[in-house]
């Protein structure tokens, strides 16, 4: 038993063997769905992964990759990076943000919590500020839990109310923005029959205002300081809903990077800058974009860019964004505590761990696998390596990213000999997918290919195991469709979905490692990613823990 009172020795495989090398690559946005014009992976060049799916029909399946097999609330909900790597490395499923802060909110504790005690000091002298996604596409927020927190707030004494709205386009219908302005504009009115001040006072789309992830670019962030902090953008509008309106009407515009604007009043005014006394609250669940803001709003010492003004305010995260960083201090709702991930157990086993991704998904095969915890459980074991991602682009105008680059890392990772589990992300399928260009994710799809290619060799070389899988659907299926999977129309054109799915995703398992007479098991149909924590646990050659999904994995005797 370690100090903590876990027992971390981890029992061997009574048939598997220790010491094979073991390559974990995860795509990104890589689902499984019927080859036609809208399926980017069927449409590209993929004949590694179509080889893997040909060659060894018990050696590949589907798992679940959405809904509650990774913890949200409902089957509607598709899966996502943060939900999707937390299950694989963690072996079981944890109610994650979205389900958590429904819960907080059914059950009444939210309003009773530490967190809202603390802001609701402001309520009596200052402004209430929300930021956040406004968006219902369950990733990183939700409309619905953002009007129960407007309704809550009017319930107990706020006085002033301003709403930072980011619009989305990546996780719903590009356009929707429109719609989430007017029902937000309703909500604001029913607070403001009530005599409380509610307003929008600044927005911005998604990619291009606050929501940053992994340092990627504070430009971002800055220009969402900005805009919310400062009152200052290149737009300025008397109403968000004809800001919303008139952005998109530029040409190419489009809601995930709609510029920051703010909201004035007659005389020019900015109607919301954030200022002494007030309290701030970032609405979003999902703690990877919500991280670099948190610290420009909290951190007292701060150096990544001139925030001019730092004004003194009561701030609140919707979860705690970071637990090792303490980010925020205060928070709303408690985040899922993920616990003796299986990153933990094999280190802890003596398993040395390479993982790599590039800057936008780095953080997902580090931090999300890792149970949302930064760093190294063992420096002297592990070796993570970023690769800086092109910025200020839409990754549609160099849709290979970094695969290649990453292929190459992993592949002399495997080659030195000096670690146990190679674990990669490949993100092509999911940041191209995202852009809603069909040419472009078609290469995409085919780069994430190749780069599986390079690893799979390593592989070979080395006389390893690989495990192939992904964390969520998104490439496989680029249109909206009706209930019955007709693509829906719009104007007479079809409506390219830009979001991820709710498709399974391919797992193979291989490479000349493989004791032979290993083959998935039939008796575990409705697997999911959290049943591959305890599969590569096994292909390292020990039993997982007993309280982990099961293995999806059998040894029969040949
Ligand atoms: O870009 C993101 O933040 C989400 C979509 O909102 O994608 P992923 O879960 O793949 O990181
Ligand atoms: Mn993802
Ligand atoms: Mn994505």
Redesign the pocket.
């Known amino acids: 038993m370690g100090s903590s009172g876990v027992s971390w020795k981890l029992a061997d495989h009574p048939k598997l063997p220790k010491g094979k090398t073991v390559a974990v690559v995860v795509l990104?946005?890589w689902g499984e769905a019927k080859p036609n014009e809208y399926n980017c992976i069927a449409t590209a060049e993929t004949p590694c992964m179509d080889s893997l799916k040909k060659g060894a029909p018990e050696l590949w399946r589907l798992v679940r990759a959405h809904g509650t097999a990774v913890g949200l609330p409902t089957e509607d909900d598709m899966?996502?990076?943060?939900v999707?790597h937390n299950a694989l490395g963690a072996g079981r499923i944890f109610a994650q943000g979205a389900k958590l802060v429904d819960i907080a909110l059914a059950t009444g504790k939210f309003f009773e919590g530490e967190g809202f005690n603390y802001i609701k000091e402001s309520f009596a002298n200052g402004t209430l500020h929300l930021i956040g996604l406004l968006s219902d596409?369950g990733?990183?927020s939700r409309l619905d839990q953002l009007q129960l927190l407007l309704k809550g707030v009017g319930e107990r004494g706020v006085k002033r109310v301003r709403v930072h709205i980011l619009t989305?386009g990546?996780?719903v219908l590009d356009g929707s923005s429109v719609e989430f302005v007017e029902t937000l504009e309703n909500d604001l009115a029913k607070l403001q029959e009530k005599g409380i001040d509610a307003k929008i006072a600044s927005g911005g789309g998604?990619?291009n205002v606050s929501?940053d992830?992994y340092e990627n670019d504070w430009n971002v962030v800055k220009r969402g300081w900005d805009a919310q902090v400062l009152g200052e953008a290149p737009y300025k509008f008397t109403n968000a809903l004809e800001a919303v309106k008139k952005l998109r009407a530029e040409p190419k515009a489009n809601d995930q990077y709609l510029p920051p604007f703010v909201i004035v009043d007659e005389s020019g005014k900015p109607v919301g800058p954030i200022v002494d006394g007030d309290a701030v609250v970032t609405f979003n669940f999902?703690a990877?974009?919500m991280v670099m803001i948190a610290k420009s709003l909290e951190y007292e010492n701060f150096d990544k860019f001139d925030r001019v003004r730092v004004p003194k305010i009561r701030y609140a995260g919707m979860l705690e964004y970071d637990g090792e960083l303490k980010l925020p201090s205060h928070y709303l709702v408690s985040p899922p505590e993920i616990d003796r991930t299986s990153g933990e157990y094999l280190v802890k086993n003596g398993i040395r761990t390479f993982a790599c991704s590039e800057t936008?998904?780095f953080g997902?095969v580090t931090f999300f696998w890792n149970g949302n915890r930064s760093g190294y459980f063992n420096a002297e074991l592990e070796k993570y390596v970023e690769i800086p991602s092109d910025s200020g682009i839409t990754f549609n105008e160099k849709p290979n990213m970094k695969a290649l680059q990453i292929a190459e890392k992993a592949r002399d990772a495997i080659l030195s000999r000096n670690f146990d589990q190679v674990r990669v992300n490949l993100?092509n399928g999911?940041?191209v997918g995202?852009t809603g260009d069909i040419e472009a994710t078609v290469v995409a799809c085919k780069a994430a290919d190749e780069a599986v290619k390079m690893i799979l060799d390593a592989i070979e070389q080395v006389g390893g195991i690989y495990v192939v899988t992904a964390?969520?659907g998104?490439a496989e299926d680029m249109v909206k469709r009706d209930k019955s999977g007709k693509p829906l129309l719009k104007d007479g054109k079809v409506q390219i979905l830009t979001?991820?799915t709710l498709e399974p995703v391919p797992i193979a398992i291989g490479g000349p490692g493989l004791s032979s007479g290993v083959r998935f098991r039939n008796d575990v149909p409705s697997g999911g990613l959290a049943n591959v924590a305890a599969t590569v646990i096994n292909l390292h050659g020990f039993e997982a823990p007993s309280d982990y999904e099961q293995t999806l994995i059998e040894v029969v005797d040949k």
């Open positions: 990104d946005g899966g996502n990076s943060e999707g596409g990733v990183h989305d990546r996780d998604r990619m929501m992830r999902r990877d974009r936008v998904k997902h993100p999911d940041m995202h964390d969520h998104n979001s991820h």
